[in-house]
Structures are given as structure tokens and as C-alpha cells.
């Protein structure tokens, strides 16, 4: 059963455009919630995290949202850049467990 | 400068051998995790331990077994037992002991059968 979903599993973009990866899970009990960012062949980046009792974390370009009476959190990328092409994974911290989603892997296209 | 060394980069197992995974870690982290990545699928856990000499099988334990004798290292062994070890391997760790702790990741090792 997939605990974390993420849709679209890819996405292909113009560069500087602004767009919006989701990322929705079904366990209401939130810890928190993290994205992370995987170049080919290489381990996870962590990119923002998302305390429970947090709405939203910004970094630069990425702002990462947290509704949890919904079940789903957010990443926005402003102004795309070709450097952001890369799967991006979110992962939901449980009571005593983290989940991780399969990925959206996002094509900035030059 | 502190992180997660994974060696190898990538790892290749022939029929009924064993194969061991290392992870290394200067970050003074307590509690270090193993996953597995499979394509399509998220990161799966193999194994966590919150302390030295001390683990706990995750999700997909079977198959794999590993030691925490020292707090920098946690190597992953993958057993003969293991039928479909082909996958990207991520090693983690964290300051906070649970679960559901915020984790740093390795480079990974890529694992493959001959």
C-alpha cells in the first residue's frame, strides 16, 4: 500500500518557469514532513523540512508547504533553472516510522 | 568536513555470496538506517539502529543482516538469502533516535547480480 504518493511521477518544464510537485499521504499522524532532492546515481539532498506544527519552510527558490487536515505538502520552484532538473522525493515522518514517496522527476528544459 | 561515506560505488554479487555494504559517518549521529531503492518505488527500510550494539529490522529485513560495533559504522550485509538484491542501496543517519527522525543520506552503493 503506497503511504506517500506523489504526482505527476514526471515533469518536464521550460526554464523560469514557476511550478508545483506534490506530495500527499494517508497516516493523519504527522512528525514531519522532508523533501529532498536525488541526481542521478546519488544519495538524497535534503532540502527542507517541516515540523509538524509548521505551515511552511523557505529556501531561496523553494518553498515547501504543509497541510496536514489534508494530507498533502507542497514544493514550489520559482523561476526553474535547468541546475534544478532531478527527482525530488518527499518523506513523512510517522508517530515512529518515515515514508518515503517514489519521486517526481523534473526535466528543466534550457 | 562531516558526512555519510558509502563504499562501494557500485557492488557486484555473484550466486550465493555473500556481499557487505559499508557506511561511514563522522556527523556523531546515534542513530544510523539502511534502505533500500528500487525504480517507481519510494525508499524502503532494511534495517535501523539507534545506538552501538544495538538494531532493529525494518520493513524488508529478510535477507540482510548488519552490525553496529562502533558508532561511525553500520555495514549492511547482503545474504545469499536475498533473492533479488539487485537494487540502489542508501545508507542514513540522524541525531534523534526514532524512526521518524530528519536523516542524511550517503552516496549510495548500486548493487547488481553477475
Known amino acids: 500500500k503506497q503511504e506517500v504518493t506523489q504526482i505527476p511521477a514526471a515533469l518536464s518544464v521550460p526554464e523560469g518557469e514557476n511550478l508545483v510537485l506534490n506530495c500527499s499521504f494517508t497516516?493523519?499522524?504527522?512528525?514531519?514532513l522532508q523533501w529532498f532532492r536525488q541526481d542521478p546515481g546519488k544519495g538524497l539532498t535534503s532540502l527542507l523540512l517541516i515540523q509538524s506544527s509548521q505551515r511552511e519552510q523557505t529556501s531561496g527558490r523553494l518553498n515547501a508547504s504543509l497541510d496536514k487536515s489534508s494530507g498533502r505538502s507542497t514544493l514550489y520552484i520559482a523561476a526553474s533553472q535547468p541546475g534544478d532538473s532531478a527527482t525530488y522525493l518527499c518523506?513523512?515522518?510517522?508517530?515512529?516510522?518515515?515514508?518515503f514517496g517514489a519521486g517526481t522527476r523534473l526535466t528543466v528544459k534550457p | 568536513d562531516g558526512g555519510i561515506t558509502q563504499s562501494p560505488k557500485y557492488l557486484f554479487r555473484k550466486e550465493g555470496q555473500n556481499v557487505t555494504l559499508s557506511c561511514e559517518q563522522n556527523l556523531n549521529h546515534d542513530a544510523m538506517y539502511w534502505y533500500r531503492q528500487d525504480p517507481g518505488q519510494g525508499l524502503r527500510l532494511i534495517y535501523y539502529s539507534q545506538i552501538v550494539n544495538d538494531f532493529q529490522k525494518g520493513d524488508i529485513a529478510e535477507g540482510y543482516s548488519v552490525s553496529r560495533e562502533k558508532k561511525e559504522s553500520f555495514p549492511l550485509t547482503v545474504t545469499s538469502a536475498q533473492k533479488n538484491p539487485t537494487a540502489f542501496y542508501l545508507c542514513a543517519s540522524s541525531t534523534g533516535t526514532g524512526k521518524n527522525q530528519p536523516q542524511h543520506f550517503g552516496d549510495g552503493t548500486r548493487l547488481s547480480i553477475l
Open positions: 497516516d493523519s499522524a504527522i512528525y514531519n
Open positions: 518523506a513523512r515522518g510517522g508517530s515512529n516510522d518515515m515514508r
